[in-house]
């Protein structure tokens, strides 16, 4: 959705996104998961009133908020195996 915003406002694609590094430890990388999730929420929240066009902001704020809500079952589903 950003790819195709960020094409219409600048007729451009975004280069150099950055392929995913390996993970070295499955709770590390869901906690960190979940922090950048809520920074990702944070972050859209701040868009959502700056932008006279909020929708495709609040549409990622809402869906970055759902996944800060599902990680820490995620991480107590690993929590109670490990």
């Known amino acids: ?3 195709q915003l960020h094409f219409l406002q600048t007729g451009r694609y975004v280069r150099g996104i950055e392929k995913p ?3 070295e430890s499955v709770r590390k990388f869901l906690l960190q998961a979940w922090e ?3 920074e990702a929420a944070d972050f859209y929240k701040v868009m959502v009133l700056k932008t006279p066009s909020p929708q495709p902001f609040w549409i990622a704020m809402h869906d970055e908020m759902e996944h800060a809500i599902r990680l820490p079952g995620y991480i107590h589903w690993f929590d109670e195996r490990s």
């Open 1 to 3: 959705m950003f790819q």
């Open 21 to 23: 590094k390996p993970i």
């Open 36 to 38: 950048e999730e809520l």
